[in-house]
């Protein structure tokens, strides 16, 4: 027990402080106060603005909302800045407005809307406005598991994959298998409306993912001493009949190859 304590508060000393604070007209959805290993990833913060409030970035400049500090190297401590939501006045406009909903909605479909499939390998299509440009893949809905991304019209999808395929599974078990897609502009604002999400059940008997790649390499060919092309021709062509019938001659050549010694 004392042994259990003593590793625990030396892993509290060597991990590194994340800490989100609002700053106001606004709140943080999500953990605050978080413990991150040297190396090692926080979870996810939302930035929330109050009613006719914006987010406009975090004090380190960050635009990112979700965010999620990465392979963390330090102590971070930041705060999440809003501004008055208006229609009038200078600035930078596309700051503050969300991604425009476009006429059938935001939506995703997984291999054009099949139900089924065999392979874990999927293609997804999207649907969202001109003015998305940025967007993030999550199989948790949480996208705590995602990382923001260009903007595509469709894209080649591992089921068993995170942060944007980076990691894999080896193994990707049967079942059914739900993707969530977020998008963003490219001033980073998102909103719970711009958002999909679309369902497919994997049917493959449990599909290992191939991590080795087959390399074709080109065949050496190795003559022996006083050895010919012809020689080599010889015995490629030669039924096994004919090669027996040349071992007698083959093997007087190769005693007559012998260096002589001399006898004392």
């Given amino acids: 027990m004392v042994a259990a304590l003593a590793d625990a508060a030396v892993n509290q000393m060597a991990a590194y402080a994340l800490t989100y604070t609002a700053g106001v007209h606004g709140s943080i959805s999500g953990s605050t106060t978080q413990l991150v290993l040297p190396g090692g990833n926080g979870s996810a913060v939302t930035a929330v603005a109050d009613d006719g409030y914006h987010f406009v970035n975090w004090s380190d400049a960050s635009t990112s909302n979700p965010r999620t500090d990465m392979s963390v190297t330090g102590n971070i401590s930041v705060t999440a800045n809003f501004a008055v939501t208006s229609s009038g006045g200078h600035g930078c406009h596309g700051c503050y407005i969300n991604p425009s909903v476009p006429t059938s909605g935001f939506k995703m479909s997984i ?67 739900k993707i969530y897609a977020r998008f963003y502009t490219a001033y980073g604002r998102t909103s719970d409306t711009a958002t999909a999400s679309s369902t497919i059940t994997l049917k493959s008997g449990g599909v290992t993912e191939n991590l080795q790649q087959k390399i074709n390499l080109p065949f050496t060919k190795y003559l022996s001493y006083r050895q010919t092309d012809a ?31 001399s006898v004392r």
């Fill in 111 to 177: 291999n054009g809307g099949a139900f089924t499939t065999s392979n874990r390998n999927v293609f997804l299509g999207f649907n969202a406005g001109n003015d998305v440009k940025k967007m993030a893949i999550s199989m948790t809905g949480d996208f705590t598991d995602a990382s923001q991304e260009n903007h595509v019209a469709s894209k080649q999808w591992d089921l068993c994959s995170k942060l944007g395929r980076a990691i894999k599974n080896l193994t990707c078990s049967d079942g059914i298998y």
């Fill in 231 to 261: 020689d080599i021709n010889a015995c490629k062509f030669s039924s096994i009949p004919t090669l027996i019938q040349k071992l007698p001659t083959l093997e007087r050549v190769h005693q007559a190859k012998k260096p002589i010694t």
